[in-house]
């Protein structure tokens, strides 16, 4: 959680957003809620949430490269670097 904000949420409440946000961006459209759904889990506690499934992809914050063995017992380092761009759309 951002620090700046200090306690101008709720930590919880922020918490089941993130939850419903990742339930609106599964994989599997079957699996999302419909738009009612989602409104009511926003703005009804008594629902209970379903835990997101495991995301397609990952994007790790911080690149990790890990010493991996091979049977002469040298070690090599194993990296990928995936690259992509994202385009904006503007209405003129």
Known sequence: MDPT????YSRNEVIRCVQIGLLCVQEDVEARPSMALVLTML???SVSIALPKEPPFYYPSKSRSEGISDQS????T????DESSIT???AR
């Open 5 to 8: 904000l200090a306690d101008s």
């Open 43 to 45: 703005t009804s506690h």
């Open 88 to 90: 904006g759309v503007y």
């Open 78 to 81: 194993s990296v990928s670097v």
């Open 73 to 76: 017992g040298s070690k090599s």
